[in-house]
């Protein structure tokens, strides 16, 4: 069973600073992917990669930067961080361009 | 590329009530679509495919091409349906990948 692991479950972290979301995932898929999850606007697509650094800008990547230096590890770095990106965020990833999403437990940051 | 809307955010329903998700879709080809489910605490998973064309937790989807829809069906709801309930494209290039708003289930006893 593929497992998508996220490496914090809760952070909180003060506006400006720095942050970094870690996602890895243990089957060697191609793709992977960043959204948030936001009450009543359901999932938006942050950045996604199709290839070792490779990357691609979704619907919102303002405030958002995405390293893929390896296959199996996506990171979201969060420049200097705001409030109004307090949210859940989630990883996912797939095996191909028509193969279902496979997701991490997400991350709930709260930027204070 | 393939959008989906969902156009209900909040649906509520009895126990043993039928339940029907909606989801409507635009696309260019043959669509591919999923449903995804994501029950309180737990990480956001797949329920079911279109392409497999199987029944999962009682859950049921036929893709109406007529009417671009993939609704998610159950004849009897249960408690524990209840949760947050999104309708996808698969990931490909070209696609829009942004799920939208999905919709919450609840059934109340």
């Known amino acids: 069973d593929v497992k998508v692991t996220q490496s914090s479950r809760y952070l909180v972290k003060r506006t400006g600073e720095k942050v970094f979301l870690e996602c890895v995932q243990d089957?060697?898929?191609?793709?992977m992917f960043w959204y948030r999850q936001d009450p009543g606007l359901g999932l938006r697509l942050i950045y996604f990669?199709?290839?070792?650094?490779?990357?691609e800008k979704g619907d919102i990547p303002e405030g958002y930067s995405v390293s893929r230096e390896k296959k199996e590890r996506f990171s979201l770095i969060l420049e200097s961080a705001s409030t109004n990106q307090t949210s859940m965020y989630l990883c996912?990833?797939?095996?191909?361009?028509?193969?279902?999403?496979?997701f991490g437990n997400g991350t709930r940051l709260t930027v204070t | 590329a393939q959008r989906v809307t969902q156009p209900e955010k909040l649906l509520s329903v009895f126990k043993g009530a039928p339940v029907e998700l909606k989801c409507n879709y635009s696309?260019?080809?043959?669509?591919?679509l999923f449903w995804y489910v994501q029950y309180s605490r737990q990480r956001l998973q797949l329920l079911l495919r279109?392409?497999s064309r199987e029944s999962i937790k009682g859950f049921t989807a036929d893709l109406n091409k007529g009417e671009t829809s993939f609704h998610l069906k159950k004849p009897f709801a249960q408690e524990e349906d209840s949760a947050m309930y999104y309708c996808?494209?698969?990931?490909?290039?070209?696609?829009?990948?942004?799920f939208g708003g999905g919709t919450r289930l609840m059934v109340k006893p």
């Open positions: 996912a990833s797939s095996l191909s361009d028509v193969g279902p999403l496979h």
């Open positions: 089957m060697d898929h191609e793709n």
């Open positions: 990669s199709y290839d070792v650094k490779m990357k």
């Open positions: 696309y260019s080809g043959s669509p591919e």
């Open positions: 279109h392409i």
């Open positions: 996808a494209p698969p990931p490909g290039a070209g696609n829009m990948l942004t």
